[in-house]
């Protein structure tokens, strides 16, 4: 069966650096797109990133674009965010999800890792 | 980029029938699929409405989604409510790149 978990959340200051992992097993992962998606405490979701099957293209929202980057790496069936210069506002829970380029489903889901940003 | 407006909250009686509605703000309605996602407290989102109507296995026929071109809005409608349908859902679509949720809605069975 499909799985996701998520890894590398925890306490940061403001202005540091993270990195979140996911480790996807039961699919062929080099098949999909993957997203990143966070959900801020007591908040709606909201779409962050993506990537696509071969790592050749890349999107962002614009509220992490140029300090958020994301990665895979299709050997080793994960996926990664790389989160630069960390403010309050991005405490959440990060969740990764697979990411059906057809319809832009997000049909599977990890269960999260918390991030808190503060000092 | 466009939104999606969803009612913060809706309550029904258990048996009951309730729609939840999603407002896209501008661009059509039909040009990109819609999904909804459930999701219960403390739990990570589950899909249960993929493209516009179409329900994943496992997603009781309770549940069924549509497209409304006039009202440029889709619908999430779950009939003979459960208090296991007690939860948050949202409406998400896209454009081009980007992929954008609605602010959610709390169905409360009551």
């Known amino acids: 069966q499909v799985q996701l978990v998520e890894s590398g959340g925890g306490l940061v200051k403001p202005g540091g650096s993270l990195r979140l992992s996911c480790a996807a097993s039961?699919?062929?992962?080099?098949?999909?797109?993957m997203s990143w998606i966070r959900q801020a405490p007591g908040k709606g979701l909201e779409w962050l990133s993506h990537?696509?099957?071969?790592?050749?293209?890349?999107n962002y929202a614009d509220s992490v674009k140029g300090r958020f980057t994301i990665s895979r790496d299709n050997a080793k069936n994960s996926l990664f965010l790389q989160m630069n210069s960390l403010r309050a506002e991005d405490t959440a829970v990060y969740y990764c999800a697979r990411d059906s380029t057809v319809g832009a489903t997000f049909d599977y889901w990890g269960q999260g890792t918390l991030v808190t940003v503060s000092s | 980029n466009f939104m999606l407006t969803q009612p913060h909250s809706v309550s029904e009686s258990p048996g009951k029938t309730v729609t939840i509605s999603c407002t896209r703000s501008s661009g059509t309605i039909a040009t990109n699929y819609v999904q909804w996602y459930q999701q219960r407290p403390g739990s990570a989102p589950t899909i249960v409405i993929y493209e516009d109507n179409q329900r994943p296995s496992g997603v009781p026929d309770r549940f069924s989604g549509s497209i409304d071109s006039s009202s440029n809005s889709a619908s999430l409608t779950i009939s003979g409510l459960k208090t296991e349908d007690e939860a948050d859902y949202y409406c998400q679509s896209y454009d081009n790149n980007n992929r954008v949720f609605g602010g959610g809605t709390k169905l409360t069975v009551l």
């Open positions: 039961g699919f062929t992962f080099s098949d999909y797109y």
């Open positions: 990537i696509s099957s071969s790592s050749s293209y890349t």
